[in-house]
């Protein structure tokens, strides 16, 4: 089961990916195993005054990967989530609320024990922003870098 939290640009791409290595998307989709998710649509369902917040995150995010997982086979119980949504609050300049919100996507890691891949452009650290980068870093438990 996956769950894709990502802009439309990149869910297409994801998608076209998927389909290249021969995987029945649009099937998929259909039976509740991949799940596309609007990354500003499911920001909006949990921010409150430019934070995220931790009661309606989990309602939100919990709800998307019970789903997903309810969906799947008992042989393979396991949810991966892509995910996109630090990034974003990134480059709209709120920091606090992309590190808060790494915080919380590691917290449901833990407590739903799904594997979670997100995504951050290099190029949108500059040298004033390392504190930040590490910061962001410090969330994961391993960061991979091109």
């Known amino acids: 089961m996956a769950i894709a939290v990502t802009t439309e640009f990149h869910r297409d ?7 290249a290595q021969g995987l029945d998307v649009d099937a998929a ?7 596309p998710v609007d990354v500003a649509n499911e920001l909006s369902a949990f921010m409150v ?11 939100v995010v919990g709800g998307l990967i019970t ?9 393979y119980p396991r949810v991966g989530i ?4 630090g ?8 920091v606090d609320a992309a590190i808060r919100l790494e915080q919380l996507w590691g917290q449901i ?5 799904v594997n979670i891949l997100c995504g951050y452009a290099s190029s ?19 960061v991979y870098s091109r």
């Open 109 to 113: 890691a833990l407590t739903y024990e």
């Open 124 to 142: 949108s650290f500059h040298r004033r922003a390392e504190r930040v980068f590490q910061s962001i870093c410090a969330e994961h438990s391993a």
């Open 67 to 75: 789903s997903a997982a309810k969906a799947g086979k008992p042989e």
């Open 49 to 59: 005054n430019g934070m995220p917040d931790s009661t309606r995150f989990f309602e």
């Open 82 to 85: 892509c995910r996109e949504g």
């Open 87 to 94: 990034a974003l609050l990134r480059a709209e300049g709120k």
């Open 29 to 35: 989709t259909r039976q509740g195993t991949y799940v």
């Open 13 to 19: 791409g994801l998608v076209q990916k998927l389909k």
